[in-house]
């Protein structure tokens, strides 16, 4: 009899296997206009450990530029449609639309396709990751391992170069709400708490980001990490 660890590498679903071959070694080294990314998020029934997703939105973004047409969107039925009735308000998803969605274990496989061998990018990007692996695991045990970079953290790290040359210099009242950068930064606006809509407002925020970071010396991946980190450090 195959040892428990040997039966679930055994049973990994496909998908999986390459999406783990992808990413066992990555160069941090070159320019971020190099690198493939997908922005995305998923709406929940709550914040909650036991709160399942009920979308998941995306987009591919590459040369730092997002890639008209290649979006991924689908509503995702949870095992309980009476807790998506309490965030029915938040989403705007009903139950009845829910009720008639594909399952996680359909859904999942296919937006992992989606990703490729490409970076993760989301809004409290852990946020997200944390409910896709959850449930990866519990499905499929296994989960996905595509670094992810957070617009949250790279604002962060933005309004840190600003305050180093005098530009609004210390403003402690700055909000890291999606929305509220947004309009901050004057970009285009979508609808909220909607997977998709909200891909593609983080995708012009983190784009704006990038960009803006290359200008204050962070060039590569590494340089993105490692301010990162600084900013953990000194805050």
Not at 87 to 115: G, M, V
Not at 150 to 179: G, P
Not at 207 to 221: D, S
């Amino acid at each position: 009899m195959w040892p428990f660890w040997a039966r679930e590498k055994k049973n990994v679903h496909p998908i999986f296997a390459q999406n783990h071959a992808w990413f066992k070694g990555i160069d941090q080294n070159r320019s971020l206009e190099s690198y493939n990314f997908v922005v995305f998020d998923t709406e929940l029934t709550g914040l909650t450990r036991k709160d399942e997703i009920v979308s998941i939105g995306a987009v591919h973004v590459r040369d730092l530029k997002i890639v008209a047409g290649e979006t991924f969107y689908s509503l995702v039925k949870p095992y309980k449609i009476t807790e998506a009735t309490d965030s029915t308000l938040l989403h705007r998803l009903t139950p009845d639309q829910l009720a008639n969605a594909p399952k996680l274990k359909d859904i999942l496989p296919k937006f992992i396709e989606f990703c490729g061998p490409a970076l993760l990018v989301g809004h409290y990007v852990s946020l997200d990751v944390s409910y896709i692996n959850k449930s990866a695991k519990k499905i499929f045990h296994s989960t996905i391992k595509n670094p992810c970079l957070d617009t949250m953290r790279l604002a962060q790290i933005y309004t840190e170069t600003c305050w180093e040359n005098y530009h609004d210099q210390f403003n402690l009242q700055v909000s890291y709400n999606l929305a509220d950068l947004s309009k901050a930064y004057q970009l285009p606006t979508f609808s909220s708490h909607d997977a998709l809509q909200d891909s593609l407002q983080t995708a012009y925020l983190f784009i704006f980001l990038a960009k803006k970071l290359q200008i204050a010396g962070i060039v590569t991946l590494k340089d993105l990490f490692n301010a990162g980190q600084s900013w953990k450090r000194i805050f």
